[in-house]
């Protein structure tokens, strides 16, 4: 696909729109709304924490809300010919117990009908089990990336994840973007 004619395509779609509004909307699901506040990320946290900081005070249920529109922004990348996606599976919202590991059905159902959406339209989802989604709980529990423990327990998030999600999907990325606090 023409990178030139992609964007021209965006802008037509999208003409009411600002270009970060225009980014946000396809970069994926990362900061999906959520179902419960128990199931923060620790972006959830920053935003509740820090509103100002975010562009015009949009949030991440607010920015992105692919959760909800995720068939409508897949029929565009359908009509622009995007090939592939790059999406979170979202450690905060797949699991509803972070020490012991259990899966939120509900989203786990939302995540395989919005793979196979994707498929559907042609268009390839690449998987990322961790970007900018830390659970909340042990970002402030235990301080987030710096902890041992926060890594023994992503390990067990992301062999869920592959064992679930990553069997239904070609790529499959761990890790795109992790922050440490000291």
Not at 54 to 82: C, S
Request: contains cysteine; negative net charge; hydrophobic residues 40%.
């Amino acid at each position: 696909v023409n990178p030139m004619l992609a964007a021209a395509v965006l802008l037509f779609f999208f003409k009411q729109k600002t270009a970060y509004e225009i980014g946000v909307r396809l970069v994926g699901s990362v900061m999906c709304i959520r179902d419960r506040d128990t199931q923060d990320s620790y972006m959830d946290l920053w935003y509740k924490n820090h509103k100002s900081a975010w562009h015009n005070g949009y949030g991440p249920a607010v920015a992105t809300n692919f959760h909800d529109r995720y068939q409508e922004d897949v029929d565009l990348m359908k009509q622009i010919g995007l090939q592939c996606y790059r999406t979170s599976l979202n450690w905060a919202r797949f699991l509803t117990d972070y020490e012991n590991v259990v899966v939120d059905e509900e989203y786990a159902a939302y995540f395989e009908k919005m793979i196979d959406a994707c498929r559907a339209a042609g268009v390839e989802p690449m998987i990322c089990l961790e970007h900018y989604e830390l659970p909340g709980e042990l970002f402030t529990k235990y301080g987030g990336w710096g902890s041992k423990h926060v890594v023994d327990l992503f390990v067990r998030y992301a062999a869920g994840g592959f064992s679930g999600v990553g069997c239904q999907v070609g790529f499959l990325l761990f890790i795109t973007v992790c922050g440490c606090r000291r």
